[in-house]
């Protein structure tokens, strides 16, 4: 007779002999730290193992959580790459076209900033990373980023956590402002310090002020809670709390997750979790739409080291590995220096782009053709065309400039916009409670 522990034990023996297979191949897809993510690192170290001794992992992995107080073992979703955390700052918002401070202000994304949206979520979907759950703020262009890119993995069906802990930074009143007048006003030492410094927070927002988060509905519950301005440090303590009531744990449960959210945001997890001095968290940027992955220690929850056993090239920073190369964000992270920071500099790098081969070559890199030996490596990762398919490639290299899009012509469907699905229904939405 076929009991109920007959069946847990065979599901647990499948999943096992699935995890041994992952760890004795020689080929798990994980993107090189050069220009594109069709790259794959070989990830052998436990090619040359006994099958009895990475059982022995294994069931020590699964002791290791339960010893942590996880509730259970969760089976993830990922079961084909090494990550189990993911990071990706939103596309490109009206007030990033338009060089302007943000803060908890809910702008929508651009055109150009569901393209990026998108490319990243193929970014991801190439990878072979696939997700349990995602983390995201209240405002929407983190949210429809976080729904584009499930939209190109595939996995709109997954649960979608919003909570105001993960927003950005309240810029208090400069929240509104044009980046670079601030700059030729302030001088670039004094807004470098309010906008990455640990704990220098720009001023104050009046209560009168046109922006100010206490006239959006959705804070009607928390008024009191509403910051007048905020330093990293002030995004950090909110950010923690969250970090360890909600993140955490789902980390140690062995969940797969994935944070979409805003750069400073962002910027105040990574000094969390890589132990960036308050010193040198000044020197940290982090782009939009290029997802970064982690490999964790599910003890500590502390990053693993990049198979290179270096920090990122493109911070100096991180042991996380950007999905898409260093080389790409570094070019990125330097026009976003400039487009702020840069006085001599008088067009607006978002919307103008003299050199439109950049793009092309940056979408061939994401979109292109394989090489033979990262078809081989990626051979058990259906083929998903969404966006990799001849009539959306000529239209990215037709009218696009990185990280901006021109939309000065006609897109594929004829309309002046790309047709992109209204929001996601299918996701499953919730509001998470954290103190």
């Known amino acids: ?41 070989s990830v052998a170290s436990g090619a040359n193992k006994t099958s009895s001794s990475l059982v022995s992992q294994l069931k020590d992995r699964e002791e290791q959580i339960a010893s942590i107080g996880a509730p259970r073992a969760f089976t993830s979703l990922n079961e084909d790459t090494p990550y189990q955390l993911c990071f990706l700052r939103h596309g490109q918002s009206t007030w990033n076209r338009d060089n302007r401070f943000i803060g908890w202000t809910d ?55 919003k909570h105001w ?13 044009n980046k ?47 910051p007048r301005n905020e330093s990293l440090k002030d995004t950090l303590d909110r950010s923690t709390v969250y970090w360890e009531e909600v993140i955490k744990p789902a980390l140690q449960a062995g969940k797969t997750l994935l944070i979409t959210g805003h750069e400073n945001n962002l910027r105040s997890l990574l000094m969390h979790l890589e132990g960036i001095s308050p010193d040198d968290i000044i020197d940290l940027s982090i782009p939009r739409a290029v997802p970064l992955a982690y490999r964790l ?27 898409g190369g260093d080389k790409a964000v570094s070019q990125i992270l330097e026009r976003d220096h400039k487009q702020v920071y840069d006085t001599s500099v008088t067009t607006n790098l978002e919307t103008d782009c003299k050199d439109r081969r950049k793009w092309t070559t940056y979408m061939d890199t994401v979109l292109g053709e394989p090489s033979p030996e990262a078809k081989a490596k990626s051979a058990n990762v259906p083929h998903h065309d969404s966006l990799d398919n001849d009539e959306n490639r000529m239209f990215f290299s037709n009218t ?24 996601f229904p299918s996701t499953s939405h919730h509001i998470v409670k954290a103190a």
Not at 26 to 38: A, E, K
Not at 118 to 147: K, P
Not at 165 to 176: A, T
């Open 1 to 41: 007779m076929i009991t109920a522990n007959t069946i847990k034990n065979i599901s647990r023996n499948i999943a096992l002999n699935r995890q041994i297979a992952i760890l004795t191949s020689s080929c798990v897809p994980t993107p090189t730290n050069q220009t594109t993510s069709q790259g794959f690192h």
């Open 165 to 177: 802990r993960l927003n950005e930074r309240n810029y208090g009143s400069l929240v509104g402002q």
């Open 107 to 161: 702008t929508p994304l651009t055109d150009d900033g569901v393209l990026e949206a998108r490319v990243a979520g193929q970014m991801l979907y190439r990878s072979g990373i696939r997700f349990d759950e995602v983390h995201t703020s209240m405002l929407r262009r983190s949210i429809r980023t976080a729904n584009l890119a499930l939209m190109e993995l595939g996995q709109e069906y997954i649960p979608v956590h």
């Open 180 to 226: 670079k007048e601030v700059v030729q006003e302030f001088g670039k030492d004094q807004v470098k310090r309010w906008r990455r410094s640990y704990n220098e927070p720009p001023p104050a927002m009046h209560d009168d002020h046109p922006y100010h988060p206490a006239r959006d509905p959705r804070y009607r519950m928390m008024l009191d809670k509403i």
């Open 297 to 323: 220690d599910l003890e500590t929850v502390k990053p693993l080291d990049r198979p290179d056993g270096k920090f990122d090239e493109a911070t100096g920073f991180l042991r996380g590995e950007w999905i």
């Open 400 to 423: 696009a400039c990185v990280p901006g899009v021109e939309m000065d012509k006609k897109e594929p469907n004829g309309h002046g916009s790309i047709s992109v699905p209204p929001p």
